[in-house]
């Protein structure tokens, strides 16, 4: 029955689907057009388009950084693309962060609730706010050299470590079970890591970034190898409660090209014929790549860059499985960050000179400034855009995957006379010029109602006091109808100061009928605690027609308040009420 009871929301809800599509293809599409057009008229009438990435700074860069710059601009595009997915709104939130906030410090923990509340109160402008910001920096890094390419990994700096503190509670640092088979530390914290090389001056660039790195990632590796060799982290055991081959298997099953997932069964098989054994083999990687890099960084070995990167790889495809698949990826995971990373401090990138271009360089100049620039436009407005939501009321989102849209009618609203809980008489619409928000709460109720009375709350509390609004509870409880009763669940659910505000009851055959005229079903033992009842809300005209009916199963969440609030809000000013 609707209204009765929470259900879980369907990631892919068409109505939220529908909306983010609208929003990142449409509306955020004109804003970015409009901003890069601005942004062109200016960089012609000031002939930057022709200048872009031609200072010696640029026509001189580290081929090292290049190939950093390029590589984490192709991975922020791709990550970027995977914003897109239409899962993203309602998903990233409560099914992506929130299980990284499990056991982090109380510091990040309230950090990361702020974050998914303000992520869940307006899913569609952070998503799509989110995934072009994502493409703007990976486009940025691409045809970025220069003064601009330096900005461009100071921006992807700042916000990896957004994603990386916040989005990913410090890329699993506190997670009982982290491994960098599961992508243990984090992929955007390498993606800090090369933001802050990419930022720096090309010749601290050339003189430190090879062995600082390959010593870091040597650090990294070793510490990996430890975590991993925990008993707690369940690599050590065989058969189906081995980590690994749990986890292969419910990656196995997701949506995904066949050869892959044959790959990942045949690894989780193996996991839990060997046992601790391929434990061994994952721990003889670690280990080797660490020592190798640590000593490569002043004898210029080769190899461990093989090792690390060819093992990093085999792993992403083999225990990873990409992390490309399932609808809620972010991005492609740690290892291949580390493969880029060992790969762009090879001894063998230090070596090679400045890179040049094969085309004239006035025609890859203005080529590149045109991408930048609308680039530039999706970061600006996409920030603009995140920016604003922080502060803005929230979206009916949350409330629309959850109920629906409300339904238009245009009927006569059938009258009643209850008692109120101050025990005088209240006819409806005895408040002449005054819209009527109808609603039915259990005064006994510990789940629904109130989150319903806390959504009349809110509403009220957004109206001025002098608003023409009467807000009507009829008691659904054929029990527990008393005044008392009703006083109760005023004073507990705080109602007591909400202007114009009925809980009315009666007798139980006049609730009833009430119930029965506006298709409200109640259904009660004598013996239960209270009733369920579907919950819907309805708005009466001053003219005492009836014009809207609204279902709101509400969702015990700040954010879902407060989206009910808003949808709330939004068709009692169509209404007139102000």
């Not at 595009?77 to 995977?82: E, F, P, R, T, V």
């Not at 505000?501 to 009430?514: H, K, L, N, P, Y």
């Amino acid at each position: 029955m609707p209204g009765m009871g929470q259900r879980s929301i369907d990631l892919t809800n068409p109505f939220v689907v529908a909306l983010f599509r609208h929003a990142s293809f449409v509306t955020m599409l004109v804003w970015l057009g409009a901003v890069a057009i601005a942004l062109l008229v200016l960089l012609a009438l000031t002939r930057g388009l022709l200048r872009f990435n031609l200072s010696p700074d640029a026509e001189n860069e580290p081929v090292a950084r290049i190939y950093l710059r390029r590589g984490f601009g192709a991975l922020w595009l791709l990550d970027g693309l995977l914003q897109f997915q239409a899962s993203m709104p309602l998903g990233l939130a409560n099914n992506v962060v929130a299980p990284m906030s499990v056991g982090t410090p109380g510091w990040l923990h309230r950090a990361m609730n702020v974050a998914m509340t303000l992520w869940n109160s307006h899913p569609v402008t952070m998503a799509s706010g989110v995934a072009w910001l994502q493409v703007g920096i990976g486009l940025l890094l691409i045809v970025s050299r220069g003064a601009t390419g330096r900005f461009a990994g100071a921006l992807s700096a700042a916000w990896a470590a957004v994603v990386w503190l916040i989005g990913n509670g410090a890329g699993g640092l506190f997670i009982h079970g982290a491994s960098v088979l599961f992508g243990w530390p984090g992929a955007s914290l390498f993606y800090l890591y090369a933001g802050v090389w990419i930022a720096c001056d090309a010749d601290l660039f050339r003189r430190r970034f090879s062995s600082v790195t390959r010593r870091g990632v040597a650090g990294v590796l070793l510490a990996g190898a430890v975590v991993q060799s925990l008993p707690s982290a369940g690599f050590w055991h065989g058969g189906p409660t081995n980590a690994l081959t749990a986890m292969t298997s419910y990656m196995s099953a997701i949506a995904q090209p066949h050869w892959l997932a044959r790959i990942v069964r045949a690894t989780g098989s193996l996991a839990a014929t060997m046992g601790g054994g391929l434990n061994v083999v994952v721990l003889l990687w670690l280990c080797i790549g660490s020592v190798g890099l640590w000593l490569s960084a002043s004898r210029r070995w080769r190899w461990p860059t093989y090792v690390v990167v060819g093992g990093a790889l085999v792993l992403w495809l083999s225990t990873q499985d990409t992390a490309l698949f399932g609808g809620l990826a972010t991005d492609v995971n740690s290892l291949p960050a580390i493969a880029l990373i060992v790969w762009c401090a090879s001894p063998a990138r230090r070596r090679d000179g400045s890179r040049r271009t094969w085309l004239p360089r006035e025609m890859v100049s203005s080529s590149a400034s045109v991408i930048a620039t609308f680039a530039a436009s999706m970061v600006l407005v996409s920030a603009v855009a995140m920016g604003w939501a922080a502060v803005a009321g929230a979206e009916t989102t949350l409330y629309l995957a959850q109920n629906g849209p409300a339904t238009a009618v245009n009927a006569p609203a059938k009258s009643f006379q209850l008692t109120d809980q101050y025990g005088r008489p209240y006819r409806l619409g005895e408040h002449r010029g005054r819209v009527t928000l109808l609603t039915f709460l259990d005064p006994h109720c510990w789940t629904d109602c109130p989150l319903l009375a806390s959504q009349i709350a809110q509403l009220r509390r957004a109206f001025p006091r002098r608003a023409q609004l009467d807000i009507v509870a009829v008691a659904a409880d054929p029990y527990h109808e008393s005044l008392a009763d009703v006083r109760h669940f005023i004073t507990t659910r705080g109602l007591r100061s909400v202007p114009n505000f009925f809980f009315v009851t009666g007798t139980r055959a006049q609730t009833r009928a009430v119930w029965r005229n506006y298709g409200i079903s109640v259904i009660m033992k004598p013996s239960d605690q209270m009733s369920v009842h579907s919950d819907f809300m309805f708005i009466i005209a001053a003219n005492q027609r009836l014009h809207w009916i609204i279902p709101d199963n509400p969702l015990a969440s700040s954010a879902g308040t407060a989206s009910a609030v808003a949808e709330l809000h939004a068709l009692l000013a169509y209404e007139g009420v102000r």
